[in-house]
């Protein structure tokens, strides 16, 4: 089973894999599988909390390890407030990018305009990672969720074994599909690489046409006006 297809999940949701019913979180149900870890936002804290684990049983337990897919901020304040509410099993966070789970808001604002550097975006520095007994396993990608075992195959061919299992990939930009979307000069705005690279294409001898208004695309647009570079939108929406 492809990792996109098993799940989508937007940074700031969590979802725990598994096949029993979903144990109701924050009011709603969280999806369908096994073994399912409910998860909430405080209603006075930002952090989340660790409600309990339900298997295909009905049995109440506590897994005994816990693998995390994702290298943004969701994933990274997963592992941190487990270890805050007592989690005390192998935690492994494992990122397609080789950078420390980062936060992205910045790559369409300050990062892009070169007013913050990268370190300034992790979430947490690698010490520590180290010191709370999280192993990272960053540069490579989940491609294939194994239920019946429950492990991941990374691309690298290995396999890591999980007691729980959390998504927190995040939403991923929507490439075109027409003729000649994959020409030069065609970028996306998504990862640090792909705001660095944009980075280096505003300038203002260009003439820079943004697909989509939204605050992303407006964002990228004030700063490549601001570099100097003639700016059009397409939307498809009214504004």
């Known amino acids: 089973m492809d990792i996109a297809n098993a799940l989508r999940l937007v940074e700031c949701a969590l979802s725990w894999v598994g096949d029993a019913a979903g144990v109701p979180a924050r009011g709603r149900d969280v999806p ?12 006075r804290r ?46 492994t966070l494992i990122g397609a990018e080789e950078h420390l789970p980062y936060e992205r808001p910045a790559l369409s604002k300050d990062y892009l305009a070169g007013k913050v550097d990268a370190d300034s975006l992790a979430v947490h520095d690698a010490q ?5 007994d999280v192993d990272l396993r960053l540069g490579v990608a989940v491609v294939q969720i ?23 990939t995040g939403s991923r930009s929507r490439h075109l599909d027409l003729p000649g979307a994959e020409a030069e000069g065609v970028l996306y ?3 640090r690489g792909e705001s660095e690279a ?9 003439r820079v046409v943004l697909i989509g208004a939204g605050w992303i695309g407006l964002e990228v ?10 700016v059009d939108i397409v939307e498809m929406a009214k504004l």
């Open 32 to 43: 369908a599988v096994n073994p399912t870890w409910s998860a909430f936002r405080g209603p």
């Open 46 to 91: 930002r952090s989340v909390k660790v409600i309990q684990i339900s298997s295909s049983s009905g049995v109440v337990m506590r897994p005994d390890s816990v693998v995390i897919v994702g290298g943004g901020l969701a994933a990274a304040k997963t592992a941190e407030h487990l270890r805050a509410d007592g989690f005390d099993g192998p935690i």
């Open 128 to 132: 520590w990672y180290a010191d709370h």
């Open 146 to 168: 194994d239920r019946a075992e429950r492990e991941v195959l990374l691309a690298d061919g290995s396999r890591i074994g999980y007691g729980a299992l959390v998504l927190a």
């Open 189 to 191: 705005l998504r990862d």
């Open 198 to 206: 944009l980075k280096d294409a505003l300038t203002a001898d260009r």
């Open 221 to 230: 647009a004030a700063h490549a006006r601001g570099q100097g570079a003639q």
